[in-house]
């Protein structure tokens, strides 16, 4: 390959909260703790990356840098013209302009203001369940109540929407927004045109609008194209907020460097503008240097890197009688069901998940994705830690005296 993905690199002290959290009180008991005397951490929590990031974007900061002064700033065509060349060559996207493009404080401020813009407190909002837990709080934190439609798995272990019970659960609640994740944090489903199609048409026949999280749409695998929510059809186009980001895919979420898209002019104005929700020159110009067309060529090698990855680790763990994982169509998170291993076991999934913490296998309880018995893995890192974790699962975690 032409690019480093095997590189460890010593993220410790240097602001990587998946590693400076460790050694933290944490009241939930839901963060990894520090690893006994002997292992180090290999973090698998937290869903950034500890590959370092694109050379294109490094080179475009350091450019940036060298000119001293770091004032006021405007966006120049440059920067939203790398956004409609990346999205038109990545997504397939049609018609995007500037005016439809607009900065976002993380894909998180686009959620939230959406869900404050669109309803008013005590409403129902629709998720999906597994959820990801930043927006399960995220509607907590302003009032509303979340209401979830339980994704189902079909006879190959792949998740699906449950179309009538989400018809059901809209109705019943009287719901008019629903949270979407495209690909789906933490399943890695990269929803097929259909499935799109059929979630719309619910949605147009309920007046349901869409805010759209598609923050992963650069990482799907093999096979598996991402459909942006908005292409599918005008309703969708004119119904919907996306929100994108490439912090997952270079990783820069300490540059903070989201955006939305919204064609529809009463939807723009409806979501306004607030002094806070103002880029920096830095994640600009970060932007910039990601989608470039170098950015684009490491973009691909980084996902052959992640899937072998995914396959790797999940087929570990699918070789454990009883735990459950489908190699995911995209982004870099598996979500291991232990279920039947615990059931025949006699394990706690608590248990499980702090035989791990104690040898340095920092992975993350799935309770708080509505999976019960459920264990979120983060396969961002060189094949040579995926290979290590596995090894220390294999010695110190499922072990025999534990089957």
């Known amino acids: 390959m032409k690019y480093d993905f095997t590189s460890i690199i010593d993220r410790k002290n240097k602001d990587a909260s998946a590693l ?32 370092a990031t694109a050379p294109s974007v490094t080179k475009e900061l350091e450019e940036r840098i060298r000119h001293p002064l770091y004032g006021y700033f ?24 500037k005016e439809h493009i607009g900065y976002e404080n993380g894909v998180h401020g686009c959620v939230a203001t959406v869900v404050e813009k669109f309803t008013n407190p005590g409403d129902r909002v629709l998720m999906y369940s597994p959820v990801y837990v930043g927006f399960k709080y995220d509607v907590d934190a302003i009032g509303r109540i979340s209401v979830y ?10 998740y699906r929407m449950d179309f009538d019970d989400m018809e059901r659960k809209i109705r019943e609640n009287n719901i008019h927004l629903t949270i979407f994740c495209s690909p789906h944090n933490p399943t890695g489903r990269v929803w097929e045109r259909w499935e799109l199609e ?16 598609e923050i992963w749409a650069d990482l799907t695998y093999s096979g598996h194209q991402h459909i942006p929510t908005q292409m599918v059809n005008d309703w969708a186009r004119n119904h919907t907020v996306a929100v994108y980001s490439p912090s997952k895919t270079f990783n820069l979420a300490g540059l903070v460097s989201s955006y939305h898209i919204i064609y529809n002019d009463f939807l723009r104005a409806r979501m306004g503008h607030t002094h806070y929700n103002e ?33 790797y680790v999940a087929n570990y763990l699918n070789s454990i009688d009883g735990i459950e994982v489908t190699v995911p169509q995209g982004t870099y998170m598996l ?47 060189p094949l040579s830690r995926m290979q290590e974790a596995c090894r220390r699962m294999e010695k110190y975690v499922f072990t025999k005296q534990n089957l």
Request: charge should be negative.
């Open 20 to 51: 400076d959290m460790l050694a933290l009180e944490d009241p939930t008991g839901n963060t990894p703790k520090p690893a006994k005397e002997g292992f180090d951490e290999i973090p698998m929590w937290v869903a950034d990356m500890h590959f």
């Open 74 to 97: 405007m966006q120049k065509d440059e920067y939203y013209n790398a956004i409609i060349n990346w999205q038109e060559k990545r997504n397939h996207v049609t018609g995007l302009q």
């Open 149 to 158: 439609s339980e994704l189902k798995k079909d006879e190959n272990g792949i």
């Open 198 to 213: 059929r979630a719309l048409k619910i949605f147009e026949d309920n007046d349901v609008y869409v805010v759209s999280d």
């Open 279 to 311: 880029q920096n020159v830095l994640s600009y110009h970060a932007l910039i240097g990601a989608y470039s067309e170098e950015g684009a060529e490491w973009t691909d090698e980084l996902r052959e890197v992640l899937h072998t990855n995914c396959e």
């Open 335 to 381: 979500f291991a069901d232990l279920t039947k291993y615990c059931e025949k076991t006699g394990r706690n999934i608590l248990d499980v998940l702090q035989a791990g913490w104690d040898v340095g296998v920092a992975w993350q309880n799935g309770r708080d994705f509505n999976g019960p018995c459920h264990i979120r893995l983060n396969m961002a890192s």
